[in-house]
C-alpha cells in the first residue's frame, strides 16, 4: 500500500475581499465552496443520506453497476479524480479499472490524507498520490514518476460542474482536456426532471439542507468577526426555468444591517443572498457543452429513470 502527497500550498482565500465583491453584487451572492467548512461538510455529508437526494446514492449505483463496461470502454491508464470528497464514487472505477496509480486533486490536505488512506485499504496494489491545489485553477500538473509515461483518464462526478456558471464550466473543462493531455474524462451530470422533486432534494423536510445554508452565516461570522443573527434568514430552492438550474439562498426576513469585517451591509425585507446554483444539463445541452470545451461525448451511461448521466468525453481533436 503506497499513498504519496504533494502538497502545492493553493493560497488561502481572501475570506474578507470575497465577502465585499460578492455582497456588492445584485444579487448578492457567494462562492458556493464557501459552505464546506468542517460543520458545512458534515452537513453535506448528512444531506447525501436524505430520501429526498437520491444524486450521490443513484451516482454510486450506476458505477457499482456499470463500471467493467466503463473500463472496458475507456480502456487503460492512470486514473485522475478532480475533488476527492470520501472517494465513494470512484471505488467501483478502481476494481474495474485496476490502474497502475490513482491520482487524487483536492484543495484540502485533510481530506486527501483521510481519503487516500481509507480507500488505499481497499486497493492495496494501486499506488495512490494527493495533489493539494485548486483543480479549477490548476495549469499544470507537478512532476512525479507516476504521472510521467501514462494515460491519463480523468474522473469528475457528482454533479459537481452544475456548480458553475456555463461559461465558467467550460473555463473548468478545457483546463482538465489540458491537464488530462489527450486522455478521457468521465463527466457525471445531474439532469433536468420534476421541478418539484428537484426542489424538495434541495430543501428536505429534516432542514439538514436549511442548516447547511444557515453554516455559511456562522462561519462569516466567525472568521469576520460578524453579527449577521442566522435566524432572521429564511433558506429557499427554487427551480429556474430559463436557466436549468436550482437556484439557493438565504432571504431577509426584515429589513436589517449587518456588520462583516467592520463594514456595514444592508439586507431589504425578501431580499435573496445567492449561496450556490446546481445547473442540470440534459444530454443535448452537456453534448453542446462538451463541444465549446473542446470535448466530444463518446458514450453516456445513466441510471433507469435517465435523471443523471456519466459522460464520456474524449477530446474533439
Known amino acids: 500500500m503506497s499513498v504519496e502527497l504533494i502538497d502545492l500550498h493553493p493560497a488561502p482565500a481572501d475570506l474578507h475581499r470575497l465577502v465585499e ?20 461538510s458534515r452537513l453535506f455529508a448528512e444531506i447525501c443520506e436524505q430520501p429526498e437526494y437520491t444524486l450521490t446514492r443513484t451516482e454510486i449505483t450506476l458505477l457499482e453497476q456499470r463500471a467493467p463496461e466503463i473500463a472496458s470502454a475507456v480502456g487503460e491508464g492512470v ?23 490513482f491520482i487524487a486533486l483536492d484543495i484540502s490536505r485533510t481530506a486527501l490524507e483521510d481519503s487516500l488512506s481509507a480507500l488505499a485499504e481497499g486497493h492495496r496494489d494501486t499506488p495512490m498520490l494527493g495533489i493539494c491545489c485548486d483543480h479549477s ?16 483518464i480523468g474522473f469528475f462526478p457528482g454533479s ?3 456548480n458553475f456558471q456555463p461559461q465558467d464550466a467550460v473555463s473548468v473543462l478545457e483546463r482538465f482536456r489540458r491537464l488530462l493531455a489527450g486522455g478521457p474524462l ?7 426532471r420534476d421541478p418539484s422533486l428537484l426542489e424538495a432534494a434541495y430543501n428536505d423536510a429534516a432542514g439538514i439542507s436549511a442548516a447547511f445554508a444557515r453554516n455559511l452565516l456562522h ?7 460578524g453579527n449577521v443573527r442566522p435566524e432572521q434568514f429564511h433558506y429557499r430552492a427554487r427551480w429556474q426555468p430559463q ?20 463594514q456595514s451591509w444592508a439586507f431589504a425585507e425578501g431580499e435573496a443572498l ?44
Open 21 to 40: 465583491a460578492g455582497l456588492a453584487q445584485q444579487p448578492k451572492q457567494l462562492p458556493a465552496w464557501l459552505l464546506y467548512d468542517a460543520e458545512g
Open 160 to 162: 459537481s460542474l452544475g
Open 186 to 192: 468521465l463527466l457525471g451530470l445531474d439532469q433536468p
Open 274 to 317: 445567492i449561496t450556490e446554483h446546481s445547473v442540470k444539463y440534459s444530454p443535448e445541452a452537456a453534448a453542446e457543452l462538451a463541444s465549446r470545451a473542446g470535448w466530444r461525448i463518446r458514450q453516456r451511461w445513466h441510471d433507469p429513470n435517465d435523471t443523471l448521466s456519466l459522460h464520456w468525453l474524449e477530446p474533439a481533436d
Open 79 to 101: 486514473v485522475m479524480e478532480f475533488g476527492i470528497g470520501n472517494a465513494r464514487k470512484v471505488d467501483p472505477l478502481l476494481t474495474a479499472l485496476r490502474p497502475p496509480a
Open 243 to 262: 436557466h436549468q438550474r436550482i437556484e439557493m439562498a438565504l432571504v431577509s426576513r426584515c429589513e436589517q444591517t449587518v456588520q462583516l469585517a467592520q
Open 219 to 225: 462561519r462569516l461570522n466567525r472568521e469576520l468577526n
Open 137 to 152: 485553477t490548476l495549469d499544470a500538473l507537478p512532476h512525479h514518476p507516476r504521472l510521467q509515461g501514462e494515460r491519463r
